[in-house]
């Protein structure tokens, strides 16, 4: 016992301590905005998107067509902004390409929202979630297998590149992904106070009488899923930088479990909060990364990978304590 | 007095019976003896699969008895009691891996090797397994799934809907994790290990007493195939499994489960016990998953933790889904559906390939289908053997397809293929009136 606790401070240094911090920020930081897209989709909408998977990396691959091929295959036209081959954007251009990726993924959003969610209005909500799968496998062969992943780089401008702060390195792209999430969670309260976001609130709140105040209910729902699609895409490509584990390039191994990894966040948050999906992405996130920085010596007994299951394990009991999570809305249950 | 009332129940024998009409039993032994032929290959019955699935027919037929197993579990757990889970893959682990402990081949098990202590040349280690015979493993096998299904059924007293399908998500996780720990029970990560063959053995002994992984003579009279034999057995274990779920249903315990579904509080105000029925339906789903995953596993002979995947799950979602929930027919129509029709895409695909220099209208559906590699072709489909790729093989069309259906059912047709043969028996019924 006294061997552990001394071998446990000898990994402790301060630079260890600092970088694993600054990783499970990070880490946080894809978490809450891929839950993020799952909390308002499944605000507005009552569906639990399983599809998030298939659309977050479809955004990515958008992200990468455009970047690495210049442009979509079958259309005339390529496209102008792509940078010469083998060079990387600008940080401004890439940000400008990573924009017109999620306009697209909101687009393929809208699509699926219009062609498979509205005529399923009032339907059970296992029946949607079942949906939404359905979306995710048939969407997937074309992530994975259609566009010939191999090698498709993000082009990100600073690649790995890192500063070192106190003896830590600290990567610029951890930086960069806690700087886009906060953008992104400040947009979405932003959002929220807005007159669309108001109404979004009031179609969560009771489907039926928004409608009856004459909110569109319809539009809420598009552009739900549209912001959900946009967020989850924004999740895989902030996941794809550099120090993360596909390495600047989307991954055909990584990138479609990602979004499954999103959910002990949400549920550990709430179906339904998105302070939820916020505390619970840092909470998932830092158990995950400390777990993995701090238990590495016994790897051999937990077997390689098993940080990956630690925020399962942290969601099953945190729910046998709160059923709803941390922020969810209990279900009023009648007879 | 039952003149003119052809279906006037007057006792509650009638209305608990498994077939209540005439017409009905006729029908089922009709299918039995039907199947049966098909089996043994009977000219002209075995041509209409045939047909459907190409010559060798039997195995992926075969290959969807033990899920069909696995299907009448979660259609217990899900269609009857209501309780949404997508850990069923989990749960046929478990079982599968009962089974390759307590059957599979190796030293005794205090002589395995400490995981992880030298993880390099995992084909050429020996991997526990007790040499136990069948009629061990297989009752095992769905006992300790059981066992695991208890022990998980408080979680899903506290949460309900869909937390508790994400909570079986994490479970499926778990176990993968788990299949990655225990590299000498479960194999190489990658390429899995073997599993036990389907003999009936009495004990240890060499020579089994009926050997189902080899061709033979049977009371000196019929000569089976390999195939033909294992698609028997599994196909009376099939039975058995349909008519112990049937009679669930219609028993008391079957009631008290439908009527949590219904309504669990008010189930419980009547009197039925949620916890404890709640633990009972995952115990019995568990048992069947169980069983299934051992006789999947044994079936297909090499398995890796990476087929016990969320995939597995999904599948038995679409079959409940696409069948019609809470049925036990509706079940097996989803399962011949959801199994059998990527195999009839794709041999309908070969069957086109072979029609591309043909005229006339299925010539120019297999030249605008289908790209062989030649120039200029821009069909969807890719015949060759090109691994990835715009043209995508039909593999990967199946699971466009697969995705899709799940949808369209789910749309158009929320009660499943049940929904539309009811649909279809109450027009005829009524005819020619229209209600």
Known sequence: ?335 | MAFNRPLLRTSYDQDAAIFPTFTQKGMMTLFGVVLLLMGLGAPYLSAVPEWFLGPTWINPVTNMLPLAIAALGFNILVGVTGQVSLGHAFFMGVGAYTAVALGGNGDEPLACIPFHEELGFLEERDQCGLGLPMWIWLPMSGIAAAAVGIFVSPAAMKVRGLYLAIVTVGLVFIGLHLGRMFPEYAGDFESGRKWPKLDIRFWKEEEPLVALSEDGQWFGLIHLSEEQKQFFFLLTLLGAGIVLAKNLVRTRTGRALQAIRDRDIAAEVMGVPEFQYKRLGFAISSFYAGVAGALFASYNGRMSPVNWSLFLSVDFVAILLIGGAGTIAGTMLGTVFVELTPEVVKTFTEWLGEQTASNGPIGWLANILLTTGESGDFGPISTGTVASGWPMSVFFWNFVIYGVLIIVFLIFEPLGLYGIWIKIRNYWKRWPFSY
Do not use: C
């Open chain 1, 1 to 335: 016992m006294i061997n552990a606790a001394l071998q446990f401070a000898q990994v402790g240094t301060g630079a260890t301590f600092i970088q694993t911090l600054v990783k499970s920020l990070a880490l946080g930081s894809v978490y809450i905005l891929i839950g993020l897209g799952f909390v308002i989709i499944f605000k507005a909408t009552q569906v639990l998107n399983f599809a998030a998977g298939a659309l977050s990396m479809a955004g990515a691959m958008f992200l990468t067509i455009l970047l690495a091929d210049g442009g979509f295959p079958f259309l005339p036209f390529a496209n102008p902004l792509a940078p010469e081959a083998g060079e990387n954007p600008s940080v401004i251009m890439w940000f400008v390409h990573v924009l017109i990726a999620l306009a697209f993924a909101a687009l393929l959003g809208l699509v699926i929202e219009r062609i498979t969610i509205r005529p399923m209005v009032g339907q059970p909500l296992f029946a949607m979630a079942v949906i939404t799968l359905g979306i995710e496998v048939a969407i997937r062969p074309f992530n994975l297998d259609a566009t010939a992943l191999e090698g498709r780089s993000l082009r990100v401008p600073w690649g790995a590149e890192s500063w070192t702060l106190a003896d830590a390195v600290v990567p610029k792209s951890y930086v960069a992904a806690m700087i886009i999430a906060a953008f992104a969670g400040a947009a979405i309260l932003l959002f929220f106070r807005s007159k669309l976001g108001v109404a979004m609130r009031a179609v969560a709140f009771d489907q039926e009488a928004a409608m009856a105040q004459g909110i569109n209910v319809g539009r809420v729902f598009a552009i739900a899923w549209a912001m959900g699609a946009a967020l989850a895409a924004l999740g895989a490509i902030v996941y794809g930088m550099a120090p993360f584990p596909p390495g600047g390039a989307v991954s055909q191994e990584i990138h479609p479990l990602l979004a499954l990894r999103v959910l002990p966040v949400i549920v550990l948050g709430g179906l339904d909060s998105v302070a939820g999906a916020i505390y619970g992405g840092l909470i998932i996130a830092s158990a995950e990364v400390f777990a993995g920085q701090y238990l590495s010596q016994w790897n051999s007994t937990l077997g390689s990978g098993y940080s990956t299951i630690v925020p399962y394990l942290v969601m099953l009991f945190i729910l046998l304590v709160k059923p709803y999570g941390l922020f969810g809305t209990p279900e009023i249950r009648r007879v």
